[in-house]
């Protein structure tokens, strides 16, 4: 009977394998009657070997040397189902088949035809073959792509240990796989979020073909999360996706992804909410205030997937500090686009204080950050992503950290101690109020007043100016203010002969908008001969 060979095996340098004489296996089937012979003979011998287990025993105590078994698998008389067999087998150790993988002498069409049998029924031998040096990205990525294996089978391999994150990354980043196969692959149960983490986290998977695994609807949402939620992407990697996320245009993936594990409520009592929130979803019943506070925040801030208001959002007056008394009210803070103004607040007269902004005597002034609408955009949305990093998910800080704007009205003059009298406190300018939403429904109000001037002591002839409006930015990929209004106004004077506060300012940007509604930013009003306080900004922009 043919009997395979036992003993030391080199390459003799001319296309043959020396067999060295000893010991012999009866149950062999390799024919030894010659000292050597050809990398064809032994591919040809071994193609039509009867079991597999001998042959790959053979190549795992290394009888031939790497060099030779590349040369051997890599023959046309060894067909590609026998060396899936044969690769598959418990007898070749995944240690050493990656070994032959990794020598030269295989070349990657024939390891490819060999995974393309889709008979690799053993996690690691899939994994293995992946990783071999030998099988180029490109070709691993047209196999992973075919009909070969199933998704589930393709998920354990890349999360076997025997395939590198490095290889595993540049498998996914070759174009001859696309994003939807690789958004399934991710999908699947059978590739962990921790090993997921590390792929998207490798230099070799770029941001732009790694976002556009993160985007596609073959990968749910909560995966998505769990993925860049994982410590093993860190924080600058994961804010380059995201980040990317927005290049792309896809703000309703990003909102879906960084609201996906938040809460959903509904608002039924009058409620406070404080600095910076967020949701799944928001809902506010009819009839009922939300009213939005600050502690140590300029501004505060509303994050949710989809907004419905049916009553009120209230911002507080926490804007610029109205005026004590006989003094100037808070200066406010203000983003604008080009030349847009809060209104100017209303003169009091020669004793009595003007509202806030500017309003004579004593109303408060106002800084300006000029920026675009898009700028404006831009800064909303990164630093949602920014907050999402750091307070959603816990991670620590990316290098570069993109803060939410300080936005508020200025503060109304303080009234003037007269003859014993005195004078009444301004109105504080009204509060700055972010909302960042795929989509809002506004059917009541929301709104961003500033507060009404104190009236002073004895008859109140010394009283308070009346805060600007704030500043409220809303961006809403989908816009609907139906029935619903948005408004910034000035608070009203106090008594008597004071000015009312200016109107705010007031920006929705938005990507589709489906009914404009009402936008109001009046001024409020003076008392006595006070002025009142004059319009401010509101526009609605898409971006």
């Known amino acids: 009977m043919p009997r395979y060979p036992k003993g030391a095996v080199t390459p003799t340098g001319t296309g043959f394998i020396h067999v060295t004489s000893g010991a012999q296996d009866a149950t062999a089937s390799i024919n030894t009657s010659s000292i050597s012979k050809s990398i064809a003979d032994v591919a040809a011998e071994i193609n039509v070997a009867s079991t ?3 042959p790959a025993n053979m190549f795992d105590v290394l009888m031939f040397t790497y060099a030779d078994a590349a040369l051997i698998f890599d023959n046309a008389n060894l067909t590609a189902s026998k060396g899936a067999s044969i690769f598959d087998n418990a007898n070749l150790t995944a240690a050493k088949l990656i070994s032959i993988l990794d020598n030269a002498n295989i070349t990657s ?10 008979s690799l029924s053993v996690d690691e031998k899939r994994a293995s073959v992946l990783e071999g040096n030998q099988y180029t990205a490109a070709d691993a990525a047209t196999s992973c792509e075919g009909v070969f294996y199933t998704v589930a089978q393709l998920s354990l391999a890349f999360d076997n240990a025997n395939l590198t994150n490095a290889k595993g990354a540049s498998i ?6 696309t994003a939807a196969k690789g958004a399934s692959i991710f999908d699947n149960a059978n590739l962990t979020d921790a090993n ?16 556009s695994i993160l985007v596609h609807v073959n990968l749910s949402t909560s995966n998505a999360y769990s993925i860049t939620g994982n410590v093993n992407l860190t ?21 879906d992804i960084i609201t996906i594990n938040s809460s959903t409520v509904t608002i039924s009592t009058d409620t406070t909410i404080t600095d910076r929130n967020h949701y799944r979803s928001l809902t506010i019943n009819n009839g009922i205030i939300l009213t939005v506070n600050t502690s140590g925040y300029a501004y505060a801030s509303i994050i949710a997937y989809n907004i419905i208001n049916n009553g ?4 507080s007056s926490q804007g610029g500090a109205g005026g004590g008394r006989n003094g100037t009210g808070g200066t406010g803070l203000i983003h604008r686009i080009g030349t847009d103004v809060l209104g100017q607040g209303g003169t009091g007269t020669s004793t009595n204080p003007g509202g806030g902004r500017d309003g004579v005597n004593r109303g408060g002034a106002v800084t300006y950050t000029t920026k675009t609408s898009v700028e404006l955009y831009d800064i909303l949305t990164k630093a949602s992503i920014d907050y999402f990093i750091r307070t959603i998910q816990s991670k620590s800080s990316p290098s570069v950290v993109q803060e939410f704007i300080n936005i508020y009205g200025s503060g109304g003059g303080g009234g003037l101690d007269i003859s014993g009298w ?3 406190v301004g109105g504080s300018g009204g509060g700055g109020l972010l909302i960042i939403t795929n989509s809002l429904d506004n059917n009541s109000l929301i709104s961003a007043d500033g507060a009404i001037g104190g009236d002073g002591t004895g008859g109140g002839t010394t009283g308070g100016g009346g805060g600007s409006g704030g500043q409220i930015i809303i961006f809403a990929n989908s816009y609907d203010n139906n029935g619903g209004t948005i408004q910034a106004n000035g608070g009203a004077g106090g008594s008597t002969n004071t000015g009312g506060g200016g109107g705010g300012v007031l920006y929705v940007l938005y990507k589709t908008q489906i009914t404009a509604g009402t936008l109001i930013v009046n001024g409020g009003a003076g008392s006595g001969v006070g002025a009142i306080g004059e319009v401010g900004t509101a526009t609605a922009i898409q971006v």
């Open 52 to 54: 597999n287990s001998i």
């Open 109 to 118: 069409a024939k390891i490819k035809s060999i995974f393309e049998t889709g």
């Open 172 to 177: 996914f980043d070759n174009a001859n796989l």
């Open 196 to 211: 997921a983490a590390l792929i998207f986290n490798h230099a070799n998977l770029t941001i732009i073909k790694g976002t």
């Open 235 to 255: 924080s600058n990697k994961e804010q380059s996706y995201l980040y990317q996320i927005l290049t792309d245009v896809l703000i309703d993936r990003l909102i």
């Open 312 to 315: 009120t959002i209230k911002r």
């Open 422 to 424: 005195w004078g009444g």
